[in-house]
Structure formats: structure tokens, C-alpha cells
């Protein structure tokens, strides 16, 4: 090799250094702006249930201001869920939501697995309207929202696993919604050529109150077990559960509660607005007329600072003398039965006149205006302690079945001794 084919080699060699060199440098570029991509905080809310608008997010210190979307004619604008992506994992992220007392709870629910599970924050931190809760997860994506989300799919998948769990139980639609959505329900017990007395329980007829639909789940999950119990209910009475009431606000991710033109439970008149009111109302109407309405529990969340579960009752005025029989009898068993971690201690609240001018087309009021000897109440259970967690929630679920499990066997014992 000469000279000049020594030089010729030596540039070949260097032009694809350099050349490899680009490449690298190229690829850094990509990794090191795809990685400043990913390590951007966002939030998003474009899933169902999602809420919440943005008033000011400082991406180097991972702080954002946040209140639930407002949604007008929608109810009130209390329910948050936010999924935040590109979170530095270790890092705190904080979280500062208003207004109180409703969208703000003590401390605020979140899930590192996508939904799966939820665990409580810390406490937060109150400044008048506003709270600010710190969150440190080790993922660069979480969801947090106001209490744990119950949506439309989670409502479809609890009636599909109670069905495919017992041959007693088939799910089917309620009702499809002024918004086109289905509104999953299961019958539980029902047996061709028996007329059996029914047993109605529903949630979220307020679509901010998620928890109410979880003391719901709890409740399916206990009937459809080999408790004693739950034998006895499914042997003895036809159940029917809808998880969600109000499917259209809650997958919007509204609050539901005074909406337009009323909400769900002021909507219990003689010609209901929406569809699952309707259609609810039809068939516990029928069950009424031939005398085989059983009970009926509406499901809710409570205010702020109600502190441990209670029932709302229809004033005696409006209720038959079987009904009031049956009704102590049931919250004397309550009492024992819902023993916590959110315990029912016999507190108890009046639906009647007093409490709303259109009390009468609220739920409960009008199941004891149907003048049947059922028992007709609401349970309130409290989401603002450190107990009100999906596990607690569902555990209220199972006992409020063991209590109505029970009551209605007293019951018809002893209407039998009565015959003797
Ligand atoms: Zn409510």
C-alpha cells in the first residue's frame, strides 16, 4: 500500500466513524426528547367517568390545581377522576382540588394498577375550599379521583360474574338510557312458575356517590355465595340489583344530584323522566299489586360529616302497620348485623314532608305509598372516614343482605306462627 492508498483508507475508516457517530448522536436526540415526552405530567380525562378541568399544572414541581369538569343541567360539580401520566416515579406529586365539602374528601382514592385495586392517600391538607393531598407512587402513571370509580363497564362486568357464579342468577338490561347507554341489573332467585316475593335493591340513583355502588357489589357478591343466608334469600325471594341507576351521568363523569329537570330519586312521581326510574318503578309496582314486594333499598353516600352509616325511613304517616312492624324489626337486626368497620349504630333519619317539598317523589317515600308491608329504606354509607374503602364498602354490602336475609326469615316465621 502507497502512501496515497494509506491516506484513501484512513479516510474511508473516518468517514464511517463519523458516520456511525451521526447515527448515535441521531438516536440520543430521539431517546433523549421521546423520554422529555413521556416525563411531561399530563392529565386526561377522555375515559368514562373521567373529570376534571385543569386551572394550572407547574410541570418542575409536578403541582396541579384541579376542580371537577362542569357539566350544566348535569347535577352538582362535585365528581373527580383524572388519570395523570408522566409522573417522575418517587417524586410527590400534588394535588390541590376544591370546592368543599363535596369534592373533597379527607383523603382522595387511587390506583397505581390501572384500575384494579384502590388505596386512600394521606390525608390531605384543608386551606377553606380547598384541599391539597400529596401522592408518591413509584409509576409514571396513576388514576385519583374523588372515591373509588364504578362505571358502566364495572357494572356490566359485576352482573356477568354473578351470573356465570349461580345457576339462580341472569342478567339483564333495565332499561336503555335517554342517553343510549344500557343499564345493567341481575335477577337472583327468580324460578319459572313461582311467583316469589321481591326484593329490590339499587345504587346511584346520584351518580357522584361511587361508593354506594361498591356496598352493591358487596351485597351481589354475598347472594350469590354459599353463605346460610344467601341460600335462604335466593331459596325464598326473587332479587333484583342494578348496580348504577344513573349510567348516562356517571360515565360522563357529572355529579347527577339535582340535575335537569330533577335527579333520579325526586323522579318517582307517576309518569317518570328517565328510563331506569321507569322501568323500575313498573316492575315494583307489579310486584306491589300482587302483594309480593318484599323490601326495597335505595343505596347512597351521605353528606360530608356524616360520619357512620344510616338509614333514611319514610315517615310512619305513610307507611301500613305491617310495614312498621317489619321495619323495626329489620333495623333492630341491622344494628346487630352492620357492626363495621362501617358500623351501623341505629341512627336513623326522616324522608318525610320536612325534609324535601317533593319528598313524595323520593324512592323510598313512594315504595311505602305503595301501602304493602315491605320494608322501604335508604342507606346512607359514609365516604369521608378512613373506613370508606371498596373492601369496607363491600363488607356494609354483605351485611345489609345478611340483615334483610334475616328479617324477612323472622317474618315469615312468624306470620306462620300467627296462622298456627
Ligand atoms: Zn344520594
Same mark, same amino acid.
Given at each position: 500500500m502507497n502512501t496515497q492508498q494509506l491516506r484513501h483508507c484512513i479516510q474511508r475508516l473516518y468517514e464511517r466513524w463519523i458516520t456511525k457517530l451521526s447515527y448515535c448522536l441521531l438516536l440520543c436526540l430521539v431517546l433523549s426528547q421521546s423520554t422529555a415526552a413521556q416525563a411531561q405530567l399530563k392529565v386526561q380525562t *377522555?375515559? &368514562?367517568?373521567g373529570s376534571g378541568e385543569v386551572v394550572s399544572l407547574n410541570e418542575k414541581n409536578q403541582h396541579l390545581v384541579l376542580n371537577p369538569t362542569n357539566h350544566p343541567? %348535569?347535577? =352538582?360539580?362535585c365528581w373527580w377522576y383524572v388519570r395523570l401520566t408522566g409522573i417522575r416515579p418517587g417524586e410527590t406529586v400534588t394535588l390541590d382540588v376544591g370546592n368543599?365539602? =363535596?369534592? $373533597? &374528601?379527607d383523603q382522595a382514592t387511587f390506583s397505581v394498577d390501572g384500575g384494579e385495586t384502590w388505596q386512600h392517600t394521606e390525608k390531605g391538607e384543608r386551606d377553606q375550599k380547598r384541599i391539597v393531598y400529596k401522592l408518591k407512587v413509584d409509576a409514571d402513571f396513576v388514576l385519583v379521583a374523588w372515591g373509588p370509580p364504578f362505571v358502566s363497564s364495572d357494572a356490566k362486568a359485576l352482573v356477568e360474574k354473578l351470573a356465570a357464579g349461580s345457576e339462580a342468577a341472569s342478567a339483564f338490561t333495565l332499561c336503555q338510557t335517554r342517553g343510549g347507554r344500557e343499564t345493567p341489573a341481575i335477577r337472583i332467585g327468580a324460578e319459572e312458575g313461582r311467583d316469589k316475593p321481591l326484593v329490590w335493591i339499587q345504587a346511584r340513583q346520584h351518580a357522584w356517590e361511587s361508593g354506594s355502588s361498591w356496598v352493591a357489589q358487596g351485597f351481589g357478591e354475598w347472594l350469590v355465595s354459599d353463605d346460610a343466608g344467601a341460600v335462604w334469600l335466593r331459596r325464598n325471594t326473587e332479587v333484583v340489583l342494578v348496580p348504577v341507576m344513573d349510567i348516562d351521568n356517571v360515565d360522563l363523569g357529572a355529579g347527577g344530584k339535582s340535575q335537569t329537570p330533577h335527579d333520579h330519586n325526586r323522579d =318517582?312521581? *307517576? *309518569? &317518570? %323522566?328517565w328510563n331506569s326510574v321507569a322501568a323500575a318503578h313498573a316492575l315494583i309496582r307489579k310486584a306491589a299489586e300482587n302483594d309480593k314486594l318484599a323490601a326495597f333499598v335505595d343505596l347512597h353516600n351521605p353528606a360530608a360529616e356524616d360520619l357512620s352509616p344510616f338509614f333514611y325511613l319514610s315517615s310512619e304517616?305513610?307507611?301500613?302497620d305491617a310495614a312498621k312492624v317489619n321495619q323495626t324489626r329489620f333495623l333492630a337486626i341491622a344494628k346487630e348485623e352492620m357492626r363495621g368497620p362501617l358500623r351501623f349504630n341505629g341512627r336513623v333519619k326522616s324522608s318525610g314532608s320536612a325534609y324535601d317539598?317533593? =319528598? $313524595?317523589?323520593i324512592s323510598g317515600n313512594w315504595a311505602s305509598l305503595l301501602g304493602t308491608p315491605a320494608i322501604a329504606v335508604t342507606l346512607e354509607t359514609s365516604w369521608n372516614t378512613p373506613h370508606s374503602t371498596t373492601e369496607n364498602y363491600r363488607t356494609i354490602g354483605r351485611q345489609l343482605g345478611q340483615s334483610i336475609s334475616r328479617s324477612l326469615k323472622e317474618q315469615a316465621e312468624s306470620g306462620k306462627n300467627e296462622k298456627d
Open positions: *377522555d375515559f &368514562p367517568g343541567g %348535569h347535577g =352538582w360539580r368543599a365539602p =363535596w369534592a $373533597t &374528601p =318517582w312521581g *307517576d *309518569d &317518570p %323522566h304517616e305513610i307507611m301500613s317539598k317533593n =319528598w $313524595t317523589k
